[in-house]
């Protein structure tokens, strides 16, 4: 019965061609990348559907970057960024990537806000606040978004899909340890030599932390395996989270060792900012907060990819 699901082809412009039940199992890569949607049904079997559906994709981008920014979750230029990177994943992954995408977004801006006044005194070490500009915005879904192009030129590949929920399960496990680990009342330990560290530093872990790591990762492993089932739910589950979870430690680890690190005469700290007064107390000059969590992400995506070789 399976295999008969397996065979059958979708041709756009048609109805449904599954049944509701055969969405939560293993199909074939073409059949989970290409279910027939409402924009099918509502235009000519003349028109394309696949620019159609970029169009509306890229519009809905667009709308969402408007409310995050009117929101000020995201600074102009992070709106901008956001229209993009969020429009291609809408217009070209459909409705399950754009979930994943959402998820992240929505999850990482709440934790955020959360607890602000606690946190103020840890996020003055941040180089960045809680408004995402451009760089963040690249450097947590730049991964996803070729992740997603790449998904639109190889269809029949199932390894696009499971690499980009990596990616965005160790972009919001990171998010979720440092938005809640920050409140964890034992003092933080750097992830390479184990020694006491003040809040916010880039490094630092706790096991309430790591704790909100796995937890941020397990949200986007769970609703990945649940939206596109390539592979049996706890297999993805399972993968998924585990991706977050490495990708997460490695942002720690290349915060302790090479991550930019600036010192402020004025008031003898070291922290991620970069004032005009700062002098590079260690770390390469070029490694931004960013850069880490663009190579954390791009960590993320590979170890998940791992699962098919």
Same mark, same amino acid.
């Given at each position: ?58 519009? %809905?981008?667009? @709308?969402?970057? &408007?409310? +995050?920014?009117? *929101?000020?979750?995201?600074? #102009?230029?992070?709106?901008?960024? =956001? ?78 899909? %499971?690499?980009? @929920?990596?990616? &965005?399960? +160790?972009?919001? *496990?990171?998010?979720?340890? #440092?938005?809640?680990?920050?409140? =964890? ?125």
């Amino acid at each position: 019965m399976g295999q008969q699901r397996a065979d059958r082809r979708y041709v756009p412009g048609r109805g449904i061609a599954y049944p509701l039940n055969t969405w939560f199992i293993p199909i074939e890569p073409y059949t989970i990348h290409r279910k027939p949607t409402l924009i099918h049904n509502t235009f000519p079997q003349n028109v394309d559907m696949d620019l159609i559906q970029l169009v509306l994709g890229l519009a %809905l981008g667009a @709308a969402v970057a &408007l409310l +995050a920014w009117g *929101a000020r979750a995201l600074s #102009t230029s992070g709106a901008w960024a =956001a229209a993009l990177t969020g429009g291609l994943i809408f217009g070209l992954g459909s409705w399950p990537w754009a979930i994943l995408l959402l998820a992240f977004f929505i999850s990482s801006s709440g934790l955020s806000r959360l607890f602000k006044r606690r946190k103020a005194d840890v996020h003055e070490k941040f180089e960045k606040g809680s408004q995402r500009d451009w760089g963040q915005v690249l450097a947590n879904g730049g991964i996803g978004t070729v992740l997603v192009v790449v998904q639109a030129l190889m269809p029949e590949a199932q390894w696009p899909w %499971l690499a980009y @929920a990596g990616s &965005l399960a +160790a972009v919001n *496990a990171d998010t979720w340890a #440092t938005e809640l680990g920050v409140l =964890a009342k034992n003092s933080p330990r750097l992830i390479t030599t184990w020694e006491k560290v003040t809040r916010g530093t880039s490094g630092g872990v706790t096991f309430f932390g790591t704790l909100a790591s796995l937890a941020g990762a397990a949200l986007i492993a769970f609703l990945a395996a649940i939206l596109l089932d390539t592979t049996p739910f706890i297999t993805t589950v399972i993968t998924v989270s585990l991706a977050g979870l490495a990708g997460s430690l490695f942002d720690s680890l290349l915060g302790a060792t090479v991550q930019v690190m600036y010192y402020h005469p004025e008031s003898g700290d070291v922290t991620e900012k970069r004032l005009p007064s700062a002098t590079v107390a260690r770390g390469w000059a070029w490694m931004s907060n960013d850069w880490v969590n663009l190579l954390a992400s791009l960590l993320g995506a590979g170890v998940a990819t791992l699962w098919f070789f």
